[in-house]
């Protein structure tokens, strides 16, 4: 893989670990198998399995989740296939520490995942908040598909209310103690120089606008209006961080740090917001 020069930046970020995961899945082993598991034999059935899953991952330059179908978040497995982004976003970890110190857990009772996806974030918020109800909303009915599939699995079926809007269009009145978003953040000049694996990934889910900011900025400027009392606002916004603060230089952002790595993050409160404006 290294002298393939494939990309890595969906859950894996070298050849190792990328070519571990095709094994792994083949193989059918759990993640957490001891070490006594490499000295296991692998059958020439099972080699070959292996070898072309290799060989599809490199000529095709088809992200390894894509080949096997699942891919992990937050600590969850999460079904996914080309109608959605592979979950790679740094909110994971913050979800797993359940959103403190900047959240009160104990008084979390309504989120909004917008741009839900595989349904990975608000699959895991459910499981950081057993007791809130969680609205996850995407544009896109195909992607909706896929979250189904995920709720179902994971048994959120009651608690994890899917909803196919855009943005908040669909959602009445609602509002929210938190509202977390992975929204689309990539502009035009990024989206020509993605590496191909980038390709198989739904445009939809990439693309926002001219700057990358279309959709963020669309969630700026009605989030005041969807949070509760105390209510956060917590955003990916990836590369295009330095855009985000000159177009909103009056917003104090937050950006928060990750000990697993990643960035672009912020970060606002409802008061913050209402001051803002």
């Given at each position: 893989m290294?002298?393939a020069?494939v990309?890595?930046?969906?859950?894996?970020?070298?050849?190792?670990?990328?070519?571990a995961?095709?094994?792994?899945?083949?193989?059918?082993?759990?993640p957490?198998?001891?070490a006594?598991?490499?000295r296991?034999?692998v059958?020439?059935?099972?080699?070959?399995e292996?070898?072309?899953?290799?060989?599809?991952r490199i000529?095709?330059?088809?992200p390894a989740?894509?080949?096997?179908?699942?891919?992990w978040?937050?600590?969850?497995?999460?079904?996914?296939?080309?109608r959605?982004?592979?979950?790679r976003?740094?909110i994971?970890?913050?979800?797993?520490?359940?959103?403190?110190?900047?959240?009160?857990?104990?008084?979390?009772?309504?989120i909004?995942d917008?741009?839900?996806?595989?349904?990975c974030?608000?699959i895991?918020?459910?499981?950081?908040?057993?007791q809130?109800?969680?609205?996850?909303?995407?544009?896109?009915?195909?992607?909706l598909?896929?979250?189904?599939?995920?709720?179902?699995?994971?048994?959120?079926?009651?608690?994890v209310?899917?909803?196919?809007?855009?943005?908040?269009?669909?959602?009445g009145?609602a509002t929210?103690?938190?509202?977390?978003?992975?929204?689309?953040?990539?502009?035009?000049r990024?989206?020509?120089?993605?590496?191909?694996?980038?390709?198989?990934?739904?445009?939809?889910a990439l693309?926002s606008?001219?700057?990358?900011?279309?959709?963020?900025?669309?969630?700026?400027?009605?989030?005041?209006?969807?949070?509760?009392?105390?209510?956060?606002?917590?955003?990916?916004?990836?590369?295009?961080q330095?855009?985000?603060?000159?177009?909103?230089?009056?917003?104090?952002?937050t950006?928060?740090?990750f000990?697993?790595?990643?960035?672009?993050?912020?970060?606002?409160?409802?008061?913050?917001?209402l001051a803002?404006?």
């Amino acid at each position: 893989m290294h002298r393939a020069r494939v990309h890595f930046g969906h859950g894996t970020d070298n050849a190792v670990d990328e070519a571990a995961a095709l094994v792994w899945h083949v193989l059918a082993l759990p993640p957490g198998a001891p070490a006594t598991v490499y000295r296991r034999r692998v059958g020439a059935r099972r080699a070959a399995e292996i070898e072309a899953l290799v060989t599809r991952r490199i000529r095709e330059r088809r992200p390894a989740a894509y080949l096997t179908g699942v891919t992990w978040f937050a600590g969850l497995p999460m079904y996914v296939d080309e109608r959605v982004l592979i979950p790679r976003s740094p909110i994971a970890e913050l979800i797993e520490q359940r959103c403190q110190p900047w959240v009160d857990p104990t008084v979390v009772t309504r989120i909004l995942d917008l741009g839900t996806g595989s349904g990975c974030i608000a699959i895991a918020c459910a499981r950081a908040f057993a007791q809130a109800t969680v609205d996850a909303v995407d544009i896109d009915a195909s992607a909706l598909e896929v979250a189904a599939i995920n709720v179902r699995r994971h048994r959120l079926s009651r608690r994890v209310r899917l909803v196919e809007s855009d943005h908040f269009a669909a959602l009445g009145r609602a509002t929210y103690d938190m509202i977390v978003s992975n929204p689309p953040y990539v502009g035009e000049r990024e989206m020509r120089s993605l590496p191909a694996e980038y390709r198989h990934e739904p445009r939809l889910a990439l693309a926002s606008g001219r700057s990358g900011l279309d959709s963020v900025e669309c969630i700026l400027d009605q989030a005041v209006c969807r949070l509760k009392r105390r209510g956060v606002l917590i955003v990916e916004v990836g590369n295009t961080q330095a855009a985000l603060e000159r177009r909103y230089p009056q917003l104090p952002f937050t950006w928060l740090q990750f000990e697993r790595g990643g960035g672009g993050v912020f970060l606002l409160t409802r008061e913050q917001l209402l001051a803002a404006e």
